[in-house]
C-alpha cells in the first residue's frame, strides 16, 4: 500500500532531552513537509523540502532540526530549546511537477508529543 | 502574510440538515484551494481541491465554491450524516514551486441521530 507513516504515535519526552520523530513515505513524492497542530489551532509549518539534501524553515523552526538523507525519509528531532513542545506532529508530502497545480498534500496518522 | 479564517469554529446540527462551512483567506493571489477532513487524533484526508482557474468542485454529497476575487470558499455538505461528524480544514497555496499550504483552525462539525 501506498502512503505515508509516522512512528511512534505517542512519545513521551522529559524536559532537556530531545527526540526524534520519524516520517516515512512510499509515494514517490519529491517534497516533504513538517506541521505543528495544537488544540483548536489550524496547522503550522515547521520546514519543509523539496528534494534531498535540501530543506527550508517554515514559521516556527526555532528548536526543531530536520534531514532529508533519503528521498523517501524526513526525520523531526525536537530539541532542548524547544520551549513548549507538547502538540500532535503531522507530516506529509506531495509531488512536484509538471502538474504542480493540481496536486494535493498527503497526510500521515501523526505523533502526539507530550512533555512529562 | 496569508491568513486563512474558518467559520463557524463549531457547528452541531441534526442528521438529513443541508450545511455551509466557510473559508476566507485574505491574499487572493492562490494556485489552489483544498478542503481537508480530521478525525480525532488522526491525520488530515483531502477532500476536494479546488485549482484556482476554476469556480466549484463536487465529490457526492460535498460541493466546494471558490471566489478568488473575494477571498472566500465555502463547503457545502448535503443530507449530513452521523459520519460526517469531524473537523472540518481549509487550506490556500500559494507560491509557483512548492506545495505551502496555509490553514485555517477548521470548523469542527457534530451530526448527531
Known amino acids: 500500500d501506498g502512503g505515508i507513516t509516522q512512528s511512534p504515535k505517542y512519545l513521551f519526552r522529559k524536559e532537556g532531552q530531545n527526540v526524534t520523530l520519524s516520517c516515512e513515505q512510499n509515494l514517490n513524492h519529491d517534497a516533504m513537509y513538517w506541521y505543528r497542530q495544537d488544540p483548536g489551532q489550524g496547522l503550522r509549518l515547521i520546514y519543509y523540502s523539496q528534494i534531498v539534501n535540501d530543506f527550508q524553515k517554515g514559521d516556527i523552526a526555532e528548536g526543531y532540526s530536520v534531514s532529508r538523507e533519503k528521498k523517501e525519509s524526513f526525520p523531526l528531532t525536537v530539541t532542548s530549546a524547544q520551549k513548549n513542545p507538547t502538540a500532535f506532529y503531522l507530516c506529509?508530502?506531495?509531488?512536484?511537477?509538471?502538474?504542480?497545480?493540481?496536486?494535493?498534500?498527503?497526510f500521515g496518522p501523526g505523533t502526539r508529543l507530550t512533555v512529562l | 502574510k496569508q491568513e486563512v479564517t474558518q467559520i463557524p469554529a463549531a457547528l452541531s446540527v441534526p442528521e438529513g440538515e443541508n450545511l455551509v462551512l466557510n473559508c476566507s483567506f485574505t491574499d487572493s493571489a492562490i494556485y489552489n484551494l483544498q478542503w481537508f477532513r480530521q478525525d480525532p487524533g488522526k491525520g488530515l484526508t483531502s477532500l476536494l481541491l479546488i485549482q484556482s482557474s476554476q469556480r466549484e468542485q463536487t465529490s457526492g454529497r460535498l460541493n466546494a465554491s471558490l471566489d478568488k476575487s473575494s477571498g472566500r470558499s465555502t463547503l457545502y455538505i448535503a443530507a449530513s450524516q452521523p459520519g460526517d461528524s469531524a473537523t472540518y480544514l481549509c487550506?490556500?497555496?500559494?507560491?509557483?514551486?512548492?506545495?505551502?499550504?496555509?490553514f485555517g483552525r477548521g470548523t469542527q462539525l457534530t451530526v448527531w441521530p
Open positions: 506529509a508530502s506531495s509531488a512536484l511537477g509538471l502538474a504542480w497545480d493540481t496536486d494535493t498534500q498527503y
Open positions: 487550506a490556500v497555496r500559494k507560491g509557483s514551486t512548492l506545495g505551502r499550504l496555509y
